[in-house]
Nanobody
């Protein structure tokens, strides 16, 4: 499975961006998916995850209430509102080993290369 993330860019604090992730195979539609991010000089961290049916979501505390994850079969989206400078990072999408999303990176089997988000103050 190949994953392609897009939609990153540069915005000012308080702005919005919508990230998209598409999978090369529809088998991803039976698996949980998630967004992770890696800020410059820091480790990769969990952002948001969604189950295969889209009926269960989980968010990092830092983005709760500002970001919304959704999916349409093997495509996944992340609506990011009220962006902050600390949201600046390389955002990657991943496909889980199971039907549900987890905050643990080890639970993900496939990873995309990522799209860069830069938020200026």
């Amino acid at each position: 499975v190949q994953l392609q993330a897009s939609g990153g860019g540069s915005v000012q604090a308080g702005g919005s961006l919508r990230l998209s992730c598409t999978a090369s195979r529809r088998t991803a539609s039976n698996n949980g998916m998630a967004w992770f991010r890696q800020p410059p000089g820091k480790e990769r961290e969990f952002v948001a995850g969604i189950s295969w049916r889209g009926d269960a979501t989980v968010y990092a505390d830092s983005v709760m209430g500002r970001f919304t994850i959704s999916r349409d079969n093997a495509a996944m989206y992340l609506q990011m509102n009220i962006l902050k400078p600390e949201d600046s990072a390389l955002y990657s999408c991943a496909v889980a080993r199971s039907s549900y999303a987890s905050k643990r990176q080890m639970e993900y089997r496939y990873w995309g290369q990522g799209t860069k988000v830069t938020v200026s103050s």
